[in-house]
C-alpha cells in the first residue's frame, strides 16, 4: 500500500527557514514525480512545487519561486522542501503528493507568525 508521510513542519518566525521531508513507500519512488501542495486555512489547496523522477526539472508556483527549493534523495525515498524567507501567508498545511497515482499524505503544519 502506498504511504507518504510528511514531517518537519513548525513554528517560524517571518524571514524564516524550514525543511519539510515527506517518506514516501509502497511504490517505486525513483520512476515517479513528486510534488508539493499546501492548504492555508480556509483556502482551497494549491500546488507548490514540482520535480521530475530525474530530479532534472522542477516547477514552482510564482507565490513561492525563488524562496523554496524542492529536493529527493531517492537512496532514502525521500521529497523534500526548502523553505526560505517565509511569510505570513505561506502559513498552511503542506501535503506531497505522488502525480501518477494521485496519493495524499496526511499534511504537516507549517505555522509563520512573529
Known amino acids: 500500500q502506498v504511504q507518504l508521510v510528511e514531517s518537519g513542519g513548525g513554528l517560524v518566525q517571518p524571514g524564516g527557514s524550514l525543511r519539510l521531508s515527506c517518506a514516501v513507500s509502497?511504490?517505486?519512488?525513483?520512476?515517479?514525480?513528486m510534488s508539493w501542495y499546501r492548504q492555508a486555512p480556509g483556502k482551497a489547496r494549491e500546488f507548490t512545487a514540482y520535480?521530475?523522477?530525474?530530479?532534472?526539472?522542477?516547477d514552482y508556483a510564482d507565490s513561492v519561486a525563488g524562496r523554496f527549493t524542492i529536493s529527493r534523495d531517492n537512496a532514502k525515498n525521500t521529497v523534500y522542501l526548502q523553505m526560505n524567507s517565509l511569510k505570513l501567508e505561506d502559513t498552511a498545511v503542506y501535503y506531497c503528493?505522488?502525480?501518477?497515482?494521485?496519493?495524499w499524505g496526511q499534511g504537516t503544519q507549517v505555522t509563520v507568525s512573529s
Open positions: 509502497g511504490f517505486t519512488f525513483s520512476n515517479d514525480a
Open positions: 520535480i521530475s523522477s530525474t530530479a532534472d526539472g522542477t
Open positions: 503528493q505522488a502525480p501518477r497515482i494521485g496519493a
